[in-house]
């Protein structure tokens, strides 16, 4: 797995658009990156992956760099339901299982 | 479809009692995770198993048991519960589509 780095905290306010950054500078040619993301209590939910290409659907869209070394989130119109703890992940292709760090928590405020 | 479902929602155990975790998919996921998440802390996986009839240790295993009973169901077996591991546990299984998880809505374990 490609190790990740992201910032602890964030905030943004209602109806901006919320930018979670992540480093991941060792990523190899064929290791995806998957954001998930976790609300207060709940198990972890599944937000959008991508490999090289910028991915967007229903909840976000994801921006790679082009030398794959870091990508943001972008939650355009952020509510409060949207405070979470955010978490960036890139795998090993193929790898049997998933190492989650600690996440940047995302405070939406009024 | 109820994705991943976890059984009991809420446990509080003694010392030395033995319990047994429940977890199910209904996706037809070949893959199954059982982490543990403390409070304030990130997730670590217990155990894990890639298919039916295999499992295999994560990063903090003492202290616990698995069963893939079948290609729908993972247990996770304390047999001597211990304060330390009072804790949220989530239950996963991994579609091989896009190597996505998804995960259950958690057990959450006190040891007193």
């Known amino acids: 797995d490609a190790k990740t780095t992201q910032p602890p905290s964030m905030d943004c306010a209602e109806g901006r658009a919320a930018n979670l950054p992540c480093n991941h500078s060792?990523?190899?040619?064929?290791?995806?990156v998957y954001w998930y993301r976790q609300i207060h209590s709940q198990g972890p939910q599944y937000i959008i992956h991508?490999?090289?290409n910028n991915e967007t659907n229903e909840m976000a869209s994801l921006i790679i760099t082009e030398d794959r070394k870091s990508s943001t989130l972008i939650l355009p119109h952020a509510t409060l339901r949207d405070t979470a703890v955010y978490y960036c992940i890139a795998p090993a292709r193929g790898a049997s299982k998933l190492t989650f760090g600690t996440g940047t928590r995302l405070q939406v405020t009024l | 479809n109820a994705g991943v479902t976890q059984t009991p929602k809420f446990q509080v155990l003694k010392t030395g009692q033995s319990m047994t975790l429940q977890c199910a998919q209904d996706?037809?996921?070949?893959?199954m995770y059982w982490y543990r998440q403390d409070p304030g802390m990130g997730l670590r996986l217990i155990y894990y198993s890639a298919s039916e009839g295999t499992t295999d240790k994560g990063e903090v295993p003492n202290g616990y048991n698995v069963s893939r009973l079948n290609k729908r169901e993972f247990s996770l077996r304390l047999e001597s519960a211990a304060p330390s591991q009072t804790s949220v546990y989530f239950c996963?299984?991994?579609?091989?589509?896009?190597?996505?998880?998804?995960f259950g809505p958690g057990t959450r374990l006190t040891v007193l």
């Open positions: 991508g490999l090289k």
């Open positions: 996706m037809n996921h070949n893959s």
């Open positions: 996963a299984s991994l579609t091989g589509v896009s190597d996505t998880q998804y």
């Open positions: 060792t990523i190899s040619g064929n290791e995806y």
